[in-house]
């Protein structure tokens, strides 16, 4: 009986002792500040079908076989293995906290674990990413408030997440998220998303912004239009694939504008060596010329927790990506060292303790294209995204030549989101399109030179970079690009 005591004390000294580590490992990161630091978010689904479209209501595959603990448990080794201390976010469908299955309910408690151990968030996903489409937006809120209370439930001691999941969020549901259930950063749009999936909202910026209550992609334009919750993208994309408006096929493979660091354009369809390659393409556009350009760095990604065996239902070639996933963490550990991996929550958090509204984001990236399935390698593009317009341009860099507007969206202009969607209804395009759009889908997208837009139109752009109006317009420069061309073009070229 003794031997036992002094066994059960040993215990409970150990957990104490791993408790207060990862508590210290947090409070260090409490710290961070956004400025000078790249910041890598990651995070995945728990789902029963792979379409929830409201609390009852689903359509394709059932996909309950394939979450089991056993697949989570190799999910998360995987991530810990490859960047100890990383800490990511899980979500929730409703049917999934519902579900009493053995699986589900041992897939629950050993996530609460990792909540324990890692310091995981542990939150909610309304719908199956497009809630708007299917469900009023009153039934959403109810969803919110309900799906919260069972993670709470399930998670215990009072816990609260900091961000949930949605895909895209109407903005009187993100308004809600703030005034009501006191969270303040949501993933509520998915940048560039067009006639992919099941839902369309492109149209916002690509990093955090507080969203407008005119409609969820245009950022806050004042106090009065502000929605106190930060506005994430879900997955960060190759800018170059961005551009599609729909899927090309070329040897054979699917490329889409979904592609850069998620696993089923990349790994799953290209196979593990060319789909790391783009992965680390693109995260280097922003952990290198995006933090040189902006002081700060961010890449994000949702990983569905059913990938580890949905080759089993979908085959994917066999493959399940856990062997991408790794290389990629570690190559981008290995590469930048000091970039923190941190829940969507925390990092969504810090960027609003940073900024307290919209006036002063100024984002700006450049990237060439990786060669890989439709990111073109001879093309260069340049983004500018601030609280009035995102604005993109395009070259061929190979032969220098004169770089074109392909983008000019104005949130300036009334946006107006569409109604809740009538009972056995679906709702489909979100998007938030005016002046020119990427996509190029409409008659006025056809690329243009600055010189050709209307007077009021360059003076929008004057106001706030008045250098693309130098003399010599061939080439576009963002803030501070002369002074890292040299760098950010070797570091490009390296990662070819």
Known sequence: MIKIKRFNTRIAVLLLMQFALLHLNISAQEGLTLLGNRFFTFSTVVRVNQIETSRDAFHGTDESSIHTPEGA???RETIENAWPGARITWSFSWLALKDQRPNYVDLKKLVVSYHEKFGDEITFLPGGYFSNMYNTREQINRDLHEGLQMVSAMVGGGYRPKSIIAGFLAAENLQYLSEKEGIHVCQGNIWSQYAVDNGDGEGSISYP???????????????EDMIDCVNLDGWTVDFLNARY???????????????????????????????????????????????????????????????????????????????????????????????????QGEYGMLWRTHYKNNDSINYQFVQRGSGICGSEAELEIKWFMNKDFRMATLRNWQTNAPEKLIDFTRYDLKAQEPSDPAPGKTIRNWSLFNRLNQKGIRPQDKPVGIEELKTEEQQIIKGRYPRLFSVDSRTFRTNGEKEHASKSIKSIDQNK
């Open 73 to 75: 448990r190799k999910f």
């Open 209 to 223: 912004y507080y969203p407008s209550r005119e409609h969820f992609c245009k950022p806050a334009q004042g106090k």
């Open 245 to 343: 408006s729909a899927p090309r096929f070329i040897n054979g493979i699917r490329c889409g504008s979904r592609q850069g660091v998620g696993p089923i354009e990349t790994i799953l369809r290209q196979g593990t060596e060319i789909g790391t390659k783009e992965m680390l393409s693109t995260t280097a556009a922003h952990f290198d010329t995006g933090f040189a350009l902006n002081k700060f760095a961010w890449v994000t990604c949702i990983w569905e927790m059913s990938l580890v065996d949905a080759y089993k239902i979908y085959g994917y070639n066999g493959r399940n990506g856990l062997d991408g996933l790794e290389i990629w963490l570690k190559e981008t550990r290995r590469r930048w060292p000091d970039a923190k991996f941190i829940t």
